[in-house]
């Protein structure tokens, strides 16, 4: 059965100082959902994401990753077992290019990360596979341009490629498709949707209308509690969800 | 030929003439400048590691020099080692020391790293200066003899210069080495996107402290070269004008570039020379060098050069493409 | 070794303390405001004694001396902040790397205008009358530095907490966009911690002339140990410099008696504990 899981979180809970930022939140995620995580802001899907990712440790509560109890594991360990994300606010290299950004990311699950001595340029695993994931975003013809040379829209893209290029079982989106015009929406919304099925996603969005296409299943979050889960038409039947979503 | 490999050949003949240099002056003066030039730039290669390549700015890397080089005071005066066991000592100690501080002061990061970094700098300067009975204290440590080297007398200038000029090539091809590994190329992510770089993988804490210790390393092989040039060593060496003055090598040449802190080495010992001739007054010519580096040049000599040789390289490109 | 000897290694321990909270109270007002580490401070404080020195040649009285070491380091604090930081607005470590070289250029000067002999501050008479207490004899001058450090410490808690100047400080303190936010003249609240702190540290020099006396090299050796309260204490908090201080100022006190030639290692040692526990220092709030 719980190979079938991709994650599981049980009673979480952050508080800072007096303030409960999540409160026993439960989740489950099957192998293969994609998730829409949706709430106004300060609802704490972000901080739900850095729980998970290990960028701050719970308060209470467990994470497990098929299977596999995560509960307050280092953000480093992450990757090698799989699970990678993305940021709302661009955290890319700016002072390399496209493929170099990709190939940092390539290096984060090699055991090369350790050497002192070893080239990374030129290696064929790290060039070919840098290049196959930019080309997954679209983005092969850029790779050897530096990243101040590229719009916003391909940064966003890059932030996908960098988490793609490590072939994680689970990846969690973070408002993808933040501060993108409507093409390049609708570009990003591809790009998602081409995302391999044996990747589990979980996306947090505020662009419903995209969200909600790509979404499988729907999780609101208000106040740092899992009000309502379903499909779409449950969740928006909900009087909870109406009530935040007409008061906001 | 691209202007990226332009540019290389154009740093690698500068290079060489450099080095040349003292030898066509001919006289032991610039000889014996140009070792203490060469002696430097290890030194602020090796703080480079730190500062440039990993974003962390030690206000205490004289510590490793002046360590280094009491360890091998220590030993040949006292306890009978040849210069080269000693020196092996000196770097044994110096790894270990910089393990442990490095593990204490990146419990902080940014001001506060530097702060720690500072002040752990000033340890080793204060125990230098007041465990006496050993170091000798405020009279230093002096008559440690230069080695011979497979036969050859190293009083020699010339000789000694032609030693510190193959440390110099091994300790810059070892960092060109280092920066495009896998290690360096993780040191320099996680001076740009240490969370992000936690999130791909790599153990951000692990490579700050690997680079610690790499770069603690260097210094204390800077810190041999130095006690075998001067042979004599002095609590001032360790304190924090000297650290402060490697800190503006580093900075003035070009934190995170290869020719960089050479370049700032060059530029601070040459400055140095120039000024003790004239006033005695290099500690206020430091800092005021420091405060107008800071404000003025902030990237460094290096890139400021780079970015003019490519303002101009295109042009010349397109003449030579027209003439031919 | 007597009882004498410890309550009077105590006391000079608590006078350290004192002059180690002038020094770091304005350090670390100063860092937790602007995210600045003044480097220069230990050039500030020993400005400050040389100033003092000056002063009390000229024949004026020791208040005097303190009051115009103040305003000239606060003077010049001024003048820093406003035509060298300011310039460098965000840029963290080029402010700091800057107080650096300006520390340098500061202590050359010291040296050029000053030489190099170490030079005590006379203690004035009205103060260094001994005190009998206990059946001991404590020496009068010490006493008045630790009073002076507590109503400096009382003052500044005042002011810091229970004034609208303060609780601008404290708002800074915690989050500087948020006060830029509401509002908070964050400028002219930096310049004015930056001048107070300065003053603090130039008058904690008079104040210490009498003790630690005056010499090139001062700096380099104040400004350790006001980095080590710091972090002790905790960046920005006052309650933080003060316990920091005392603790400093006793290990310190005590290293130099029982193992000289390590004293700066032992001082270094609650730093690393505190560092190993509680990265954020006693006081400090830590990361969420």
């Given at each position: 059965m719980t190979a079938e899981i991709a994650l599981q979180i049980n009673g979480m809970t952050k508080n800072f100082g007096g303030l409960k930022a999540i409160d026993r939140v439960d989740l489950t995620i099957p192998k293969g959902d994609r998730r829409l995580l949706l709430g106004p802001n300060g609802a704490g899907k972000t901080t739900l994401f850095n729980l998970i990712t290990g960028d701050l440790k719970p308060t209470a509560g467990s994470v497990q990753l098929f299977g596999r109890d995560i509960t307050g594991l280092a953000s480093h360990h992450c990757a090698p077992l799989g699970l990678a994300r993305t940021y709302q606010i661009i955290t890319l290299?700016?002072?390399?290019t496209l493929a170099e950004n990709v190939v940092l990311s390539l290096l984060g699950i090699s055991?090369?990360?350790?050497?002192?001595?070893?080239?990374?340029?030129?290696?064929k695993e790290f060039e070919e596979r840098a290049r196959a994931a930019l080309k997954q975003v679209g983005l092969d013809a850029k790779a050897d341009r530096p990243l101040g040379e590229t719009s916003y829209g391909e940064k966003r893209r890059l932030e996908i490629a960098l988490a793609l290029a490590q072939n994680p079982s689970l990846l969690l989106l973070d408002e993808p498709l933040a501060g993108l015009s409507r093409q390049e929406r609708l570009d990003v919304q591809a790009l998602i949707e081409s995302i391999p099925r044996d990747i589990t996603l979980i996306l947090i969005e505020h662009d419903m209308d995209v969200a909600l296409a790509l979404a499988d299943s729907i999780t609101v979050m208000y106040h740092g509690r899992v009000i309502c889960e379903g499909d779409r038409a449950q969740v928006v039947a909900d009087p909870r969800v109406k009530e935040i979503y007409l008061a906001s | 030929m691209t202007n990226t490999s332009r540019i290389t050949t154009i740093s690698v003949t500068l290079l060489i003439l450099a080095l040349a240099a003292p030898l066509l002056l001919g006289q032991p003066f610039y000889i014996n400048i140009g070792s203490q030039v060469l002696i430097a730039a290890i030194f602020a290669m090796s703080l480079n590691i730190l500062v440039g390549y990993g974003g962390m700015t030690s206000i205490g890397h004289a510590a490793y020099l002046g360590t280094s080089a009491y360890v091998v005071a220590l030993l040949t005066l006292q306890h009978g080692f040849s210069f080269y066991s000693a020196s092996a000592v000196a770097l044994l100690v110096v790894v270990i020391m910089a393990a442990i501080f490095g593990a204490i002061a990146l419990r902080g990061t940014g001001i506060t790293f530097l702060m720690i970094t500072l002040a752990l700098g000033q340890t080793m300067w204060g125990v230098a200066f007041r465990w006496s009975d050993v170091t000798g204290g405020d009279n230093g440590l002096p008559d440690i003899k230069r080695p011979d080297l497979f036969g050859l007398n190293l009083v020699e200038p010339g000789l000694f210069y032609a030693v510190m000029i193959a440390l110099f090539m091994v300790a810059l091809a070892g960092m060109w080495i280092f920066i495009h590994s896998g290690l360096g190329l993780s040191l320099q992510g996680t001076r740009d996107q240490p969370r992000r770089m936690g999130m791909l993988g790599h153990h951000v804490w692990l490579v700050r402290w690997i680079a610690f210790i790499i770069a603690g390393f260097w210094a204390g092989v800077a810190g041999i070269a130095f006690i075998g040039y001067h042979g004599y060593i002095h609590p001032l060496s360790l304190g924090l004008a000297n650290s402060a003055e490697v800190l503006l090598m580093v900075i003035a040449g070009g934190a995170g570039t290869l020719l960089g802190p050479v370049v700032g080495a060059t530029i601070v010992v040459v400055l140095k020379m120039v000024v003790s001739a004239y006033v005695s007054r290099w500690v206020l010519l430091l800092g005021c060098t420091f405060v107008a580096i800071v404000i003025l040049l902030p990237e460094g000599v290096v890139p400021g050069l780079e970015r003019l040789l490519k303002s101009i390289l295109p042009a010349a490109r397109d003449d030579g493409e027209a003439g031919s | 070794m007597s009882i004498g000897f410890w309550l009077l290694q105590s006391l000079n321990a608590l006078a350290l303390g004192g002059l180690l909270f002038l020094l770091s109270s304005g350090f670390s007002l100063i860092f937790g405001l602007m995210r600045v580490a003044n480097l220069s401070h230990g050039a500030y404080f020993m400005l400050g004694a040389y100033v003092g020195l000056s002063v009390l040649q000229a024949g004026f009285g020791f208040i005097e001396a303190i009051l115009a070491a103040g305003i000239v380091i606060a003077i010049l604090g001024g003048l820093i902040e406003r035509f060298l930081l300011r310039r460098l607005a965000n840029r963290t470590l080029a402010q700091v790397l800057v107080t650096l070289g300006l520390a340098f250029a500061i202590a050359d000067i010291c040296l050029m205008l000053w030489s190099g002999d170490p030079m005590q501050l006379p203690a004035p008479k009205w103060l260094s009358q001994p005190i009998r207490a206990f059946g001991f004899v404590f020496p009068g001058y010490r006493v008045f530095v630790v009073e002076v450090s507590i109503v400096v410490a009382l003052l500044l808690w005042l002011l810091i907490e229970r004034t609208k100047l303060g609780a601008m400080v404290r708002a800074s303190v915690d989050d500087i966009q948020m006060a830029r936010g509401v509002g908070i003249p964050a400028q002219k609240l930096f310049s004015f911690i930056f001048c107070l702190g300065a003053a603090l540290a130039g008058m904690g020099g008079v104040l210490g002339g009498p003790i630690l006396s005056v010499y090139p090299g001062l700096d380099g050796e104040m400004l350790p140990l006001a980095l080590v309260v710091v972090i002790l204490g905790g960046i920005g908090s006052i309650g933080g410099a003060f316990v920091g201080a005392y603790i400093t100022g006793f290990v310190y006190t005590f290293g130099q008696t029982l193992l000289p030639a390590f004293s700066y290692v032992i001082l270094f040692l609650p730093m690393i504990v505190i560092l190993a526990f509680r990265p954020s220092g006693l006081f400090g709030k830590s990361a969420p």
């Open positions: 290299f700016p002072k390399n055991p090369l990360r350790w050497s002192p001595i070893s080239r990374i340029k030129g290696r | - | -």
